[in-house]
C-alpha cells in the first residue's frame, strides 16, 4: 500500500490523484514533494471493496481515512456501499451521506472517517461535473459553444461516448480548445482555465481541510 502515512485518501482515478493536490495548493494548504500533507492512493474505479477497506483501517499510525468515488447515476448507491463497508467501526453513519460530504466522530481505534461522492454529494455526475463548476465566467461563451459541438457530435455524427460521459466529453471539448490545446485537468486548475477557489469548490475544500486537520 506504499508508506504509511497518519493522512489516507483513497481516489478511483489518476486524474483525482493529479488533481487534488493542485486545488488544495490553490486554496492555501501547502503541498510540498516529500512532504505531503495526505497520501493520495489511486484505487482504479470500482477497485475498493469491503476487504480492501478493512485492511487500509489497520494501516499503523492511520489517523484519518478519506474516500472520493463518483456518484456516476446514484449518490444513494454509493453510499449505501460504504455503509456496507464501514458501519461496523463507524456507528455514526447516517442514512444519507451530508451535502457537506461525511466526517465520523473518531472511533475507538482513534481513526477519523471522512467520504466525499462526486460532485456534490447530491448529485449523479463525476469529477468532471464538479470541475464544469469552476469555468470562469469570462470562459462561459466557449464552454456553452462546447456543449453544442459535443451534442451535435453525439447527435449528428454518431460520436461512441456513453450518456453518462456527457460531462465528461463536455470538459474535455472546452479544454482541446484552450492555448494550449488539451492540457489535463490538473493543468486546467493550475493554469487557473478553471477557477479552483470559487464558491463551488469551497463545501470540498471545507470537507477536505477539517477531516485531515490542515
Same mark, same amino acid.
Given at each position: 500500500?506504499?508508506?504509511?502515512?497518519?493522512n489516507?485518501? $483513497?481516489?478511483?482515478?489518476?486524474?483525482?490523484?493529479?488533481?487534488?493536490?493542485?486545488?488544495?495548493?490553490?486554496?492555501?494548504?501547502?503541498?510540498?514533494?516529500?512532504?505531503?500533507?495526505?497520501?493520495?492512493?489511486?484505487?482504479?474505479?470500482?477497485?475498493?471493496?469491503?476487504?480492501?477497506?478493512?485492511?487500509?483501517l489497520?494501516?499503523?499510525?492511520?489517523?484519518?481515512?478519506?474516500?472520493? $468515488?463518483?456518484?456516476?447515476?446514484?449518490?444513494?448507491?454509493?453510499?449505501?456501499?460504504?455503509?456496507?463497508?464501514?458501519?461496523?467501526?463507524?456507528?455514526?453513519?447516517?442514512?444519507?451521506?451530508?451535502?457537506?460530504?461525511?466526517?465520523?466522530?473518531v472511533?475507538?481505534?482513534?481513526?477519523?472517517?471522512?467520504?466525499?461522492?462526486?460532485?456534490?454529494? $447530491?448529485?449523479?455526475?463525476? $469529477?468532471?461535473?464538479?470541475?464544469?463548476?469552476?469555468?470562469?465566467?469570462?470562459?462561459?461563451?466557449?464552454?456553452?459553444?462546447?456543449?453544442?459541438?459535443?451534442?451535435?457530435?453525439?447527435?449528428?455524427?454518431?460520436?461512441?461516448?456513453?450518456?453518462?460521459?456527457?460531462?465528461?466529453?463536455?470538459?474535455?471539448?472546452?479544454?482541446?480548445?484552450?492555448?494550449?490545446?488539451?492540457p489535463?485537468?490538473?493543468?486546467?486548475v493550475?493554469?487557473?482555465?478553471?477557477?479552483?477557489?470559487?464558491?463551488?469548490?469551497?463545501?470540498?475544500?471545507?470537507?477536505?481541510?477539517?477531516?485531515?486537520?490542515?
Amino acid at each position: 500500500m506504499g508508506r504509511s502515512h497518519s493522512n489516507r485518501l $483513497l481516489v478511483e482515478g489518476a486524474k483525482d490523484r493529479r488533481l487534488i493536490p493542485y486545488l488544495m495548493e490553490k486554496n492555501g494548504v501547502s503541498w510540498q514533494k516529500g512532504d505531503e500533507p495526505v497520501s493520495i492512493q489511486d484505487l482504479g474505479q470500482n477497485a475498493l471493496t469491503k476487504v480492501d477497506a478493512s485492511a487500509f483501517l489497520k494501516e499503523p499510525g492511520l489517523h484519518a481515512l478519506g474516500i472520493i $468515488l463518483d456518484a456516476d447515476q446514484s449518490v444513494d448507491t454509493v453510499w449505501q456501499r460504504m455503509r456496507s463497508w464501514f458501519s461496523q467501526e463507524f456507528s455514526d453513519m447516517p442514512a444519507t451521506i451530508p451535502s457537506t460530504g461525511f466526517i465520523s466522530a473518531v472511533n475507538p481505534y482513534g481513526i477519523r472517517l471522512g467520504a466525499w461522492i462526486m460532485p456534490d454529494n $447530491l448529485s449523479s455526475g463525476m $469529477l468532471e461535473t464538479f470541475l464544469k463548476y469552476l469555468v470562469r465566467s469570462e470562459h462561459q461563451p466557449l464552454w456553452d459553444y462546447a456543449k453544442v459541438a459535443r451534442d451535435e457530435a453525439k447527435s449528428k455524427h454518431g460520436a461512441p461516448f456513453k450518456s453518462v460521459h456527457l460531462d465528461k466529453a463536455w470538459m474535455h471539448t472546452f479544454l482541446a480548445w484552450q492555448d494550449e490545446p488539451g492540457p489535463q485537468l490538473h493543468e486546467a486548475v493550475d493554469h487557473t482555465i478553471l477557477d479552483p477557489t470559487c464558491p463551488y469548490s469551497q463545501p470540498f475544500v471545507a470537507w477536505f481541510r477539517q477531516l485531515f486537520g490542515i
